[in-house]
């Protein structure tokens, strides 16, 4: 706690008044800034005790979700559950239709905060609950303020923000230069020969199809060429990217990244692509934040939110799920260089509200293309 009090005054003499000014003006509301506001919140957060966190799958970002902050405020326990987004988001409209109200945050796809959650009347604006300084410092943050899904700015923020794997080759079969662009993928000696996480469940196939729908430089036509290619759609991260590795499928469109890692520390020859020339997406995968409506744990919920957006809690963050922070002070040392987005480069926002709202275009197409 006291290193917390060091870093508040220190984020304080930063920010200063222009944070103070960001935040008001983003958020139309008056909102509690002081010190005294937020011992007041933590010995408040002290006396529930605990804060309950709905949040991804696996135990590596269960660990980094709840003993960090454990440790940095002692007497406050995380309770923690993981789940997909398909599983959790159903979980929680049953819970409230029963009269439960049994968790305070959300760390999750903007696909399921969004599009299940926020229509089930299941948020609160995460504005009203932004105290420290350095959780909303503009320098920090890659558009120099914190990035919502939303466009009134107020229910779900994107905390992180990785450029999505677009390809990756065998490159005992397939020479990287060969595919520089999206229709290089048209090419007839590639007929057969490409592989496909499916677009028709969420996850990073749904992610590219998704860009290649929206994209100016490609859309539905392209997409309908490309399926005359005999691809082969896969549910199985693993399955494709070791297809890749061993040559079944010597092109593997929209692959997992932490599979194609692993697949390349095990010495197979894969050679991941990143960005194409017809450019990349921006995805934040499972890096969202809401905090539930009628919290059990308020304050704990609000002392819990603040701290995972200091880069305290995103290097955590960003080293469980292994993706990327959209804090610019966070280290990427811990991610493959195609994962990593470059400072002045624009990318298509995967996770934006009007995005979001046009991925069952996409999703429709592919349905057409691969049945279902």
Known sequence: MQRFRRKWFLSSVTCGLLSLVLAHLASGQTKPSSQEQWEKTLAEARKEGKVVVYGPPGATVREALTQGFEKAFPGISVGFLGGSGAAIGPRVVTER????????????????????????????????????????????????????????????????????????????????????????????KWKGKIALTDPRIIGPGQVGFTFLYHSKKLGPDYIRALGKQEITPLRDHRLLAEGVGRGKYPIGLFPQPTQIQQVISAGLPVHPIGKLAEGSALATGFGSLGLANRAPHPNAATVYINWLLTKDGQTLLARGLAYASRRLDVPTDHLPSFMVPEANESYFEMDHEETLKRRDAAVALAREIFGG
């Open 97 to 188: 239709r029963g009269g439960q109200y049994l968790v305070d945050v959300f760390v999750g796809s903007s696909v399921m905060l969004m599009n299940t959650l926020r229509p089930e009347k299941a948020l609160d604006p995460l504005d009203r609950v932004l105290i420290f300084p350095e959780a909303q410092d503009p320098k920090a943050w890659r558009t120099k303020r914190l990035e919502f899904s939303d466009k009134e700015r107020r229910w779900v923020v994107m905390m992180t923000g990785y450029v999505h794997l677009e390809v990756a080759v065998n490159s005992n079969l397939v020479r990287p230069d060969d595919i520089r662009a999206f229709k290089d993928l048209l090419d007839p």
